[in-house]
């Protein structure tokens, strides 16, 4: 079965070494167009109401941590597609993770980013959860969404599914900041040989060491259900749902970004301004502000600019 192929994949996933005019601003219910960003015409509470309604629908921290992203660099790796379809996947999601500022793995290294294609994704997460379940949650505090989130992510009817686990570290040093099962220094005879320890260099309430990174994403596509996308659009959406947080149950259908594309192939035919803004809100983030929802506030501060841009250059759509 693909699960056992997987098998040295997911082991290999593992945290990060200590080292380091006549646009309608808003959409009419009884229409089925989308607003583009580069057409928004209204500016003000407006504007943000509109912004703030897609972040909020996007994001999917886990449950009391801050929005989580990839730090330094990603390895891409495709599974069970033909040679040059993998390829083609892999480079258009790294590349787009080099535009963010990651580095992209070289040829062999170690997938933290796994990209599954197979003719039924149900029975191959319902699998994967069977066979791998430490390998998707580790059991440690703020690293994943929860069961209920696993148990829709094996059981959901969906034509791509996905699932992350994500790290508190300390931001001076890399090192892990939470305890995983397992963990055990000298005796064991107190909580200090359990729990990771933190130097704290300055104490204050408004800003914090630890941050939030992802270091593992699956995704698995079921290739029957995606015949009717194109490569790059289905790279594309493979990429947003990889490199962010994304709630799998997000309606966007009042917004024109990638995450549409599978329930309308004409939505988009790559990332959108949408999607490019929120991404590159999220990785120009400053992580270490005590408030969890300040990342947030960060990625909606970058569509507006995105829109204030579009607005003075008076851009045509592209998307």
Known sequence: MIAELLASALLGMTAPADDRGGVPDVQDPASNQAVRLEDIQVTGRRLDSLIQDFVREVAAPNRGRGIARWDRSVCVGAVNLRQDAAQYVVDRVSTIAE??????????????????????????????????????????????????????????????????????????????????????????SSVFDVAPMINVSSASRLSTQIVDNIIRTIVIVD?????????????????????????????????????????????????????????????????????????????????????????????SPTD
């Open 99 to 188: 535009d963010l500022g990651l580095s992209a793995g070289a040829p062999g290294c170690t997938p933290n980013i796994l990209i599954v294609a197979t003719s039924n994704g149900q029975e191959l997460a319902q699998e994967l959860v069977e066979r791998r379940r430490r390998a998707l949650r580790m059991g440690g505090s703020g690293m994943d969404r929860g069961g209920a989130a696993l148990r829709d992510f094996q059981d959901a009817d969906r034509p791509v599914r996905w699932w992350q686990v994500s790290m508190p570290v300390d931001s001076e040093t890399g090192a892990r900041a939470t305890r995983i099962p397992g963990d055990c220094q000298d005796s064991c």
């Open 223 to 315: 290739v029957d259900d995606v015949s009717h996308v194109d490569a790059t659009q289905l790279s594309d959406y493979v990429a947003m749902v990889s490199l962010a947080q994304i709630d799998p149950e997000a309606d966007t259908s009042a917004y024109a970004s990638i995450l549409n594309v599978l329930a309308d192939p004409a939505s988009a035919s790559s990332l959108t301004e949408w999607d490019k803004a929120y991404l590159s809100g999220l990785y120009d983030a400053q992580r270490t502000r005590q408030n969890v929802r300040a990342g947030t506030s960060e990625i909606r501060t970058s569509i507006r600019r995105a829109h204030a841009r579009l607005s003075e250059a008076g851009a």
